[in-house]
């Protein structure tokens, strides 16, 4: 299953996310994604503190999401990349994300380097770009018995190909749910104003990984920013991502969940592709 909330993108046994599974899946804001050791997570202590405004601000949006049949948003973020020499280089990302619920969605992730991953799901069939100076490719399966839903696709492609797409853990029914598990802390750390609006702010800690999560106030409790460190990586890399032009419950064309190929774009193997953006 997908990783939760990560906000990264690529091969999880290459990345050091696959080192565990876990039981539920998730919506969020948003990796993907089992990146955190299920298994094991689920013997261990949890010692820190447990803030009860804090885990009711994370289980209240949880439960919008869940509740929310249709969203779309756009969001940008930032990475850190460890080069050869050391040295931490900040590499930008913006995205763009429509979804149904409980079968369809569309997302593209454009890098600061030029290139472009889409990827759409009617039901039926997965359908990944992905695209840039050096020309575009693209990939396409169809959703076995039993993976014909949002979570169902998901999971069978970090399990078949051991990979988490961008943005997906916001695509998942239950982030909480999934979360509740492998969740060591959670502290409240105030209100706090993220683009004009007033937030929650929360210190979440994971196994290999510490998160801070912004939680809309009000009615409406949508992520407006969400930030962690791998700690278990050599380099700890840094992620944040903003969610802006948040819609819940729009009406989307169905055009838009249904997959035309570039023109002159070279079709490859699924697990072709994958390896091949990953690699990047």
């Given at each position: ?272 592709l994958l390896a091949q953006a990953s690699a990047r």
């Amino acid at each position: 299953m997908a990783g939760p909330l990560t906000m990264r993108e690529g091969s999880a046994m290459g990345s050091g996310l696959g080192r565990g599974r876990l039981v539920g899946c998730c919506l969020m804001v948003v990796a993907c994604l089992v990146f955190f050791a299920g298994g094991a997570l689920a013997e261990e202590k949890k010692t820190g503190v447990m803030d009860p405004q804090a885990v009711d601000a994370f289980k209240r949006m949880s439960q919008h999401l869940k509740n929310t049949k249709a969203l779309s948003f756009t969001t940008s973020g930032l990475r850190e990349v460890a080069e050869a020499s050391g040295i931490k280089v900040l590499r930008s990302r913006t995205g763009i994300v429509a979804m149904q619920r409980p079968n369809r969605f569309y997302s593209q992730v454009l890098g600061d380097g030029g290139r472009k991953k889409q990827a759409w799901f009617d039901g039926e069939t997965l359908s990944i770009t992905v695209s840039g100076v050096e020309g575009a490719q693209y990939a396409q399966i169809a959703a076995p018995e039993g993976a014909k839903t949002i979570d169902g696709i998901l999971d069978h492609l970090m399990d078949e190909y051991d990979y988490v797409l961008q943005l997906g853990d916001l695509f998942y029914s239950d982030v909480y749910g999934m979360l509740e598990d492998v969740l060591l802390s959670a502290v409240h750390l105030g209100r706090k104003l993220v683009g004009g609006r007033p937030c929650h702010h929360l210190s979440l800690e994971f196994a290999g990984a510490d998160a801070q999560l912004w939680v809309q106030e009000g009615d409406h409790p949508i992520p407006c920013r969400w930030a962690f460190t791998l700690r278990d990586e050599p380099s700890e890399p840094l992620f944040v991502s903003s969610f802006d032009s948040w819609v819940s419950n729009p009406s989307i064309d169905a055009a838009r969940f249904r997959f035309v190929a570039p023109a002159g774009a070279t079709k490859m193997e699924m697990k072709d592709l994958l390896a091949q953006a990953s690699a990047r």
